[in-house]
């Protein structure tokens, strides 16, 4: 049955403790290690005790099932209180045609643990003996660093002389929060849309990147983690979201974007103007991105919508304030730049490589840069039009 696994079946094909349906792997190795460690005859092991993992690939397995789990069976041991000092992890023991592994645990008694992780760990010439892994970390200890966006801002902070003086009212900072919430709706309800763009020549997955985003987004949102008044942070953080969250192409040129708009806003001098200083921020994030990208426009990326869009704002900067009618211009500005981008020949990512096709279709990216852009014109424009 394919749908069907028995936990201690032998090497031989001996029959197993019991037959039941596939389960997860994490439920899987808790039932195995209950085989080892309840009832009452089973392996004595007391809370804090060391142990050495054994983990067998049967033959089976791929390299990437067996490293979830070996990790798994890591946080299993963990969680009962015992201490893995040493992993083995290979195919010691192997059968023809057999998915499956087996786990053991050797128990490292006080006054003999040294001697025997000393020959463990000796050096050998046997071919097929597999490389120990020493130390193991905790699952405690890897889920702290693990989390690469806290990471980025913690070094970031660090790092950070100073934060532009340009600051939004409350007023401002409650419609950015508004906007930040729009886009975040939108991004999820066009998630299928942009991935079946990107699946026509990439790999299907630009939705799914910006949906990641729109997630991380919403989390600060409601932890309120983003600073909406000081644009210089904001778009710092959100350069760190499209770095560690998104993936891809999109994530780089997004990430280079908004990292560049807010060193140029924490650098430069408030003139007073808050068009004047976001205008010179985009387009210090534009030429970092054609910088270090080596993405220019044309080559079908969100950067053929994005420049559009910033291109418009810069030609309004004489006015005080952006009317009703502008925000609503400006997204159709950025529609039809990125419906244009359908014409282009990619020169960057995954589309690049792929075999051009009849019917050409969007670059996912500039279509997302539209749909965000939609969202923050549809707040703004409502609130202007009061």
């Known amino acids: 049955m394919d749908d069907e696994m028995e936990l201690g079946m032998g090497i031989h094909g001996e029959t197993g403790v019991q037959k039941l349906k596939l389960l997860p792997v994490r439920q899987t190795i808790d039932l195995a290690f209950d085989q080892l460690f309840v009832g009452p005859r089973t392996l004595d092991l007391s809370p804090d005790t060391s142990v050495l993992l054994f983990v067998n690939n049967l033959g089976g397995c791929s390299n990437l099932e067996l490293g979830v789990i070996v990790k798994d069976a890591i946080e299993n041991l963990e969680q009962r209180k015992l201490h893995v000092k040493r992993v083995i992890c290979g195919e010691m023991m192997t059968s023809f045609n057999m998915k499956g592994f087996s786990l053991s645990v050797l128990k490292l008694a006080t006054d003999m643990s040294s001697t ?7 050096p050998t010439d046997a071919f097929a003996w597999p490389k120990m892994i020493s130390p193991v970390q905790s699952s405690n200890s890897i889920q702290a660093v693990s989390d690469s966006l806290e990471f980025s801002e913690q070094f970031t902070s660090q790092i950070v002389i100073s934060e532009s003086p340009l600051s939004l009212d409350s007023s401002h900072s409650e419609l950015v929060n508004q906007a930040l919430q729009a886009i975040v709706k939108r991004l999820h309800s066009e998630t299928d ?5 990107d699946a026509v020549s990439g790999d299907g997955d630009t939705g799914t990147a910006f949906l990641r985003a729109a997630e991380a987004i919403a989390r600060d949102l409601a932890n309120k983690k983003l600073v909406l008044y000081r644009p210089s942070s904001l778009f710092r953080r959100l350069g760190l979201i499209a770095e560690s ?3 891809g192409t999109s994530g780089a040129i997004c990430g280079l974007f908004f990292a560049a708009t807010a060193k140029q806003l924490s650098l430069s001098k408030y003139s ?7 205008c010179d921020a985009f387009e210090a994030g534009i030429q970092s991105v054609e ?3 080596r993405v220019q426009p044309g080559d079908k990326s969100l950067l053929d919508a994005l420049i559009p869009a910033i291109d418009f704002v810069k030609s309004k900067r004489t006015q005080q304030n952006f009317r009703a009618h502008d925000w609503k211009d400006l997204a159709i500005v950025t529609q039809q730049a990125a419906q244009e981008t359908r014409n282009f020949v990619a020169k960057v990512g995954r589309a690049a490589f792929a075999k051009r096709v009849e019917n050409m279709v969007p670059d996912p990216g500039a ?3 539209s749909i965000i852009i939609q969202a923050i014109c549809d707040t703004f424009a409502k609130a202007a039009s009061k």
């Open 272 to 278: 007073g103007k808050v068009i004047d200083s976001l």
């Open 116 to 122: 025997i992780l000393n020959l463990l760990d000796a």
């Open 367 to 369: 279509i997302a840069v």
């Open 245 to 247: 969250r998104m993936g």
């Open 193 to 197: 849309e942009l991935n079946r763009l």
């Open 291 to 293: 910088s270090y990208a």
